[in-house]
C-alpha cells in the first residue's frame, strides 16, 4: 500500500517538473513571437550583393582579343571563341563568343584571366529559364548591362550583414542616414590628405 502511494506522488512529482520545463519553454518560444521577423521579403526586398559577388559574366565584344585564354583557365574549357585569321591586318578577328550558363560554375576564373578586362563579373543571380538553351548566352546577351537590385523601382534593396553600420544587426532598421560599414574611396583620399 504505502509503495504505491509513493509511486504516486514521484509520478506527480514527475509530472510537475515536466510541467515546469514545458513552461519555460513555451515562455522562450513566446518571446521569440515578441521579436520582429528577419525574413527578407523576396522578391519584394533582396540583399545587395557583395562587391565581390560572382554573379551572371558581362563581355565586351569590342575589348576582346580572342587570345582564348578563358578558355584554357576554365575548369570546363567552357567560353566558346570562334574568331576568323584576318590576313590583310594579320590578326585574330573575333566572329561570336558565348558563354553556357547552364554548365558555368561561376568559378571567375575567366575574368581573373582575362588580360584585356573585358569580362566581369556581374550582381545579377536571377537567371532561371524555362529553357537549358536559353542558358547559353551569345556575346549579344553578355554584353547586356546587368540588373541591379538597387534600381528596380519595385525592389526594397538590403544590406548584407556585412555591409551593415557597427552594432545593428537587422536590415530592416537602419539608423537615419547610415552608411554602409567601410569608408568610401573620397573619405580615404580625404584622411590621407590630411595626415600627409
Ligand atoms: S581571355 Fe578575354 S580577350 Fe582572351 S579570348 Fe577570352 S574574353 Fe577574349
Ligand atoms: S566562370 Fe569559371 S566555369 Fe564559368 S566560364 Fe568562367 S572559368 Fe569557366
Not at 517538473?17 to 519555460?24: F, V
Not at 562587391?51 to 570546363?76: L, M, T, W
Not at 529559364?129 to 526594397?156: C, F, I, S, W
Request: proline share 7%; with cysteine; aromatic share 10%.
Amino acid at each position: 500500500m504505502f509503495s504505491i502511494l509513493k509511486q504516486v506522488g514521484d509520478y506527480a512529482k514527475g509530472t510537475v517538473e515536466a510541467a515546469k520545463y514545458i513552461g519555460q519553454g513555451l515562455s522562450v518560444t513566446f518571446d521569440h513571437m515578441r521579436r520582429r521577423p528577419v525574413t527578407v521579403q523576396y522578391p519584394y526586398e533582396k540583399l545587395i550583393p557583395s562587391e565581390r559577388y560572382r554573379g551572371r559574366i558581362h563581355f565586351e565584344f569590342d575589348k576582346c582579343i580572342a587570345c582564348e585564354v578563358c578558355v584554357r583557365v576554365c575548369p570546363i574549357n567552357l567560353p566558346v571563341v570562334d574568331w576568323e585569321f584576318n590576313k590583310d591586318a594579320k590578326k585574330k578577328e573575333l566572329k561570336h563568343y558565348s558563354i553556357d550558363f547552364g554548365v558555368c560554375i561561376f568559378c571567375g576564373n575567366c575574368v581573373e584571366y582575362c588580360p584585356t578586362n573585358c569580362l566581369s563579373m556581374t550582381e545579377e543571380y536571377e537567371l532561371a529559364a524555362y529553357d537549358r538553351h536559353e542558358l547559353n548566352y551569345d556575346n549579344v546577351a553578355l554584353g547586356r548591362l546587368p540588373y541591379k537590385v538597387t534600381q528596380d523601382p519595385m525592389v526594397t534593396p538590403l544590406r548584407e550583414l556585412g555591409y551593415l553600420p557597427k552594432g545593428v544587426i537587422s536590415p530592416h532598421d537602419l539608423p537615419e542616414g547610415s552608411q554602409r560599414a567601410g569608408k568610401r574611396p573620397e573619405e580615404i583620399i580625404e584622411e590621407a590628405e590630411a595626415s600627409s
